[in-house]
């Protein structure tokens, strides 16, 4: 039998709705665009992602998120301790994975507001992991989902530009290359494929 490494998409919704009364917020709407941007390139992606895996690690990229406001790298690492506790190490790994697109820690845009130790964690982990089409998928469609529905992922960079002050050059350009990336792996407009146009 095959280990599961990441919930079925019942457990995943169940896992997502159970945690939204905890932190009230436009973060769950925009979980549940990402994934059906995930689930959307998923399937026009000539069999290279799986629609249901890409789903359920896009739903469940900022859970935690459950566990409090405001916390940016805490909400990495308590959605990565959360689901590894709960046994579904790949959807563990992209908790942390998805804000790091260029690898490198100092391009991450939000607060430096973890406790001792805690940055540092993260940092190991980024530099020791390998990424994966899975990792790279949700980056993408971190970008591509807003909490209303589907945006231009300039639009979305641009407005974390104004929230956060500024938008390292290097994640921009990371971020417009992960478009290319999957465009080119579907081989149509990524616009048409996430907003579920037939081909
Ligand atoms: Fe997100």
Redesign the pocket.
């Known amino acids: 039998m095959h280990e599961k490494r990441y919930p079925s998409v019942r457990e995943a919704e169940e896992l997502l709705a159970e945690a939204e009364p905890h932190n009230p917020g436009p ?1 769950a709407a ?2 549940r665009h ?1 994934a059906l941007c995930a689930e959307k390139i998923a399937r026009a992606s000539g069999g290279r992602l799986d629609p249901e895996k890409a789903y359920v690690l896009g739903l469940l ?2 859970i935690g998120r459950r566990f409090g406001k405001g916390q940016h790298i805490g909400h990495m690492l308590c959605g990565y301790r959360y689901l590894m506790d709960l046994g579904y190490p790949d959807a563990a790994k992209i908790c942390l994975t ?1 804000s790091y697109n260029t690898k490198r820690p100092g391009d991450d845009i939000g607060k430096h507001d973890g406790l001792p130790g805690e940055e540092e964690e993260i940092d190991a982990f980024i530099a020791a992991c390998e990424y994966d089409d899975y990792d790279r998928l949700i980056q993408l469609c ?1 970008c591509l ?1 807003g909490a209303e529905g589907v945006m231009k992922i300039e639009d979305r960079m641009e407005g974390v530009r104004q929230r956060y002050g500024q938008y390292p050059q290097a994640k921009w350009d990371a971020n417009v290359a992960l478009f290319a990336y999957f465009e080119a792996m579907c081989g149509r407009d990524l616009y048409a494929v996430v907003r579920g146009e037939e081909a």
Do not use: L
């Open positions: 973060w925009h979980s990402v990229h900022d998805h971190d989902g």
